[in-house]
């Protein structure tokens, strides 16, 4: 069974640091890439960006680049979310999902890690 | 960026019914097209990939149509689990981007 399980909620104050994860088991971590996808309050999807597991690369939204940073370690099929100086516009819960390499759609999701930012 | 536009924003209906939503792109994305179901506090749902591809799993009621620029989703006959937001998404290209959602309530 595909699965993708997600870091607990975290609570941070404005410019502090946070990394949150996602570890993928039941199907071969390397074959399928990892997006993040965030969800603000009572709000759409927007699609932050996603990493090729086997090599690293990674393609980012306008929006997102150079906010966060998404990475991973294949090694314990995890990926990562990174953000240097959180805002509190980054209150929101982030999803990972698992997407083709070869049809780009998203096919399995994490069940989400709430962020909440303030002070 | 390609923008996607879903309508109505919401629908009401009741059990029963056949529901359509309407997902525009601003750019031809040949079939490139997913639909999700979310409800609340959980995530997504995929139900159908390359506009009419039915996931593994997912009841026949749905099915999905269409391709450049002009897609739906057409639930046949709504049961009470249908109740919930749906959001289409193309990955013809990067960024990859939403529709707005479309909420679907009881009537």
């Known amino acids: 069974e595909v699965q993708l399980v997600q870091s607990g909620a975290e609570v941070k104050k404005p410019g502090e640091s946070l990394r949150i994860s996602c570890k993928g088991s039941?199907?071969?971590?390397?074959?399928?890439?990892i997006s993040w996808v965030r969800q603000m309050p009572g709000k759409g999807l927007e699609w932050m960006g996603r990493?090729?597991?086997?090599?690293?690369?990674?393609n980012y939204s306008p929006s997102f680049q150079g906010h966060v940073t998404i990475s991973a370690d294949k090694s314990i099929s995890t990926a990562y979310l990174q953000w240097s100086s959180l805002k509190a516009s980054d209150t929101a819960v982030y999803y990972c999902?698992?997407?083709?390499?070869?049809?780009?759609?998203?096919?399995?999701w994490g069940q989400g890690t709430l962020v909440t930012v303030s002070s | 960026d390609i923008q996607m536009t879903q309508s109505p924003s919401t629908l009401s209906a009741s059990a029963g019914e056949r529901v359509t939503i309407t997902c525009r792109a601003s750019?031809?994305?040949?079939?490139?097209l997913a639909w999700y179901q979310q409800k609340p506090g959980k995530a997504p749902k995929l139900l159908i990939y390359?506009?009419?591809s039915l996931e593994s799993g997912v009841p026949s009621r749905f099915s999905g149509s269409g391709s450049g620029t002009e897609f739906t989703l057409t639930i046949s006959s709504l049961q009470p689990d249908d109740f919930a937001t749906y959001y289409c998404?193309?990955?013809?290209?990067?960024?990859?981007?939403f529709g707005g959602g479309t909420k679907v309530e009881i009537k």
């Open positions: 999902a698992r997407q083709g390499s070869s049809s780009w759609y998203i096919d399995y």
């Open positions: 039941g199907y071969s971590f390397t074959t399928y890439w």
């Open positions: 990493i090729d597991p086997s090599d690293s690369y990674t």
């Open positions: 750019q031809s994305i040949s079939s490139w």
């Open positions: 390359k506009a009419s």
């Open positions: 998404q193309q990955y013809n290209s990067y960024p990859l981007t």
